[in-house]
């Protein structure tokens, strides 16, 4: 079983900067894909990143792209969000999510996911 917290977020004038960091628990971190995902007030939670367990892979929803990163450390069990140029639109709850097996990322890009986080609220100003 994998628990996993986020943190990071909070309120930020748009153009700015947040980086979100997800700590999770056990020692397989590294065979899980990681995601993230952002549910915004009366909308449905939509994929924003994924990575894959090694690091090497990258992907990004089109409305994040040359934006936000999304990065991992396998030695201290994280996986991180930069978010640069951040918009009024981008105000949601941002959630962590681990997947494993040969459809993780799959199943991460349809929004299904083994485990997730509690969430962490991203709020942006005009």
């Known amino acids: 079983q994998v628990q996993m917290v986020e943190s990071g977020g909070g309120l930020m004038q748009a153009g700015g900067s947040l980086r979100l960091s997800c700590a999770a628990s056990?020692?397989?971190?590294?065979?899980?894909?990681m995601g993230w995902f952002r549910q915004a007030p009366g909308k449905e939670r939509e994929f924003v990143a994924a990575i894959s367990e090694s690091g090497q892979n990258t992907y990004y929803a089109d409305s994040v792209k040359g934006r936000f990163t999304i990065s991992r450390d396998n030695v201290k069990n994280t996986v991180y969000l930069q978010m640069n140029s951040l918009k009024p639109e981008d105000t949601a709850v941002y959630y962590c999510?681990?997947?494993?097996?040969?459809?993780?990322?799959?199943?991460?890009?349809?929004?299904?996911?083994?485990?997730w986080g509690q969430g962490t609220q991203v709020t942006v100003s005009s």
């Open positions: 999510a681990a997947a494993a097996g040969y459809d993780a990322l799959q199943r991460l890009f349809r929004g299904q996911s083994d485990y």
């Open positions: 056990g020692r397989t971190f590294s065979f899980y894909e």
